[in-house]
């Protein structure tokens, strides 16, 4: 009804023209004019009125589709939105007005990436699981501060987690998702965030008896207080970027990759001299050696014990961006062959599941370097394998967005990457809460 109070919420489309969209139907909005009645709407000629009719026909159709495109909550249910310094809060109104949920997941974004990268994830995690978990969408390193290097970043984003924690009181539990980078970044940030427990560190004081005991048993900790759950990276280059065929766009090319490592700091800043084992801080090994292992007061590898699973998503083609071996965590030898590579008919893009380490592939890697000399991506290995892995391949061989695996794997955008959805189910579906 023209001229009437507007009781919607207003849009703007094209030239500026303001519309109250209620339901299905939409009609202009004209009651700012001066004059009212239908002469205004005569103005129109009858084809530009069937014009504009189209415009907000495809614009309700839009509406429409993205509400059904898992992009928003479900129907008779409501997201809770917070946005905090660093990032955004998402939670389950309902299940929050009884109880507020007990555990916090932390998502972290790659390179030259934000928040808004795991917006599907996240609605679908507060979809399923509404009354157990809330997620934290990490904002502080985005676009080009993904530059500033892994230790920085990993300490912004340690600081945001306090934060978060200081502000939701009542969480219990944490777990932190990471895509491409942002697993380099959480690793960094769980080790400066560990707490070893009051009662180990008795013990270990006490009882020198007791300390085979505590090697052999997980550690346990507690990251930002909080018991640690999943830690879970999506094509994350645990390994760097340096070995052969790391970075695949290169096409395992010797003269290529030997340039890319000597010149990854002029694109990437000290994050391509971390990636490619570069750098040199005042004598100090690569970072992502150092990461490995406990090293100068920061409990890596402490932290990463304390979490009750650790999980690698892995591209098993297709990704440009992250290589299998650096992002499964394996040797060469140790990848699945394509015989061995199946599908899940519920997740039809996870084609390989193996959980904890090969015992017997390791010692056999063992026993034939033990005369020769150790390189950088074995020590990684070695290292990162102290604690059990489960590895989950996946394959867009035979979808439209293969091309574009890096960012299909997480759902990025989702019109553009939805053939990931099942890869983000499967997550949620093996979570631990």
């Known amino acids: 009804m023209i001229g009437a109070k507007p009781s919607a919420q207003v849009f703007l489309l094209p030239k500026a023209l303001p519309f109250r969209y209620h339901k299905s139907m939409a009609c202009i909005n004209l009651s700012n004019r001066k004059s009212s009645g239908p002469s205004h709407v005569s103005l129109f000629s009858g084809f530009r009125k069937w014009k504009l009719l189209q415009k907000i026909n495809l614009f309700s159709r839009v509406k429409r589709n993205s509400a059904s495109s898992n992009e928003q909550p479900v129907k008779g249910r409501e997201h809770e939105v917070e946005s ?3 990032g955004e809060d998402m939670w389950d109104s309902a299940s929050a007005a009884v109880k507020f949920p007990e555990h916090l997941i932390i998502m972290v974004n790659g390179i030259v990436g934000s928040a808004e990268d795991w917006k599907f994830a996240a609605n679908q995690f507060v979809k399923r699981l509404p009354d157990k978990v809330m997620v934290h969408r990490s904002e502080c390193n985005y676009a080009t501060l993904t530059f500033d290097g892994v230790d920085r970043m990993g300490e ?4 945001e987690v306090v934060l978060v924690v200081k502000h939701r009181p009542g969480v219990q539990k944490i777990s ?13 940030a769980i080790g400066r965030l560990y707490e070893p427990c009051p009662d180990t560190q008795l013990s270990d004081a006490t009882s020198n008896s007791s300390n085979d005991k505590h090697l052999e048993k997980p550690c346990e900790g507690r990251i930002a207080g909080l018991e640690p759950m999943n830690f879970i990276t999506f094509a994350s ?18 003269f290529l990759e030997s340039r890319a490592s000597q010149t990854a700091h ?5 994050t391509g001299k971390h990636l490619f084992l570069t750098d040199n801080d005042d004598g100090k090994p690569p970072l992502l050696l150092r990461m490995v292992d406990d090293y100068d007061g920061l409990n890596f590898m402490s932290a990463l014990r ?6 690698a998503y892995a591209n098993a083609n297709y990704d440009h961006m992250v290589g299998w071996r650096t992002s499964s965590i394996r040797r060469q030898h140790e990848l699945p062959k394509n015989q061995l590579l199946s599908k899940d008919e519920k997740y039809p893009h996870v084609v390989y599941v193996e959980r904890g380490n090969p015992p017997s592939m390791h010692q056999q890697e063992s026993l034939q370097i033990k005369n020769k000399t150790i390189d950088l991506e074995e020590v990684m290995i070695r290292g990162l394998t102290q604690v059990p892995w489960e590895r989950v391949d996946v394959s867009f061989h035979r979808s439209k967005q293969k091309y574009i695996a890096h960012s299909t794997i997480q759902v990025k955008t989702y019109w553009l990457n939805s053939d990931g959805a099942d890869v983000v189910f499967h997550m949620i579906d093996d979570f631990v809460i």
């Open 156 to 159: 912004r984003l340690a600081d």
């Open 306 to 311: 304390s979490f009750k699973r650790r999980v």
């Open 176 to 188: 932190f998702v990471a895509h491409s980078l942002g697993g380099l970044i959480a690793r960094y």
């Open 237 to 254: 280059p645990h390994l760097g970027s340096r070995g052969n065929k790391q970075l695949p766009f290169l096409c395992g090319l010797p």
């Open 84 to 86: 905090v310094e660093g």
């Open 266 to 270: 002029w694109i990437a800043g000290r």
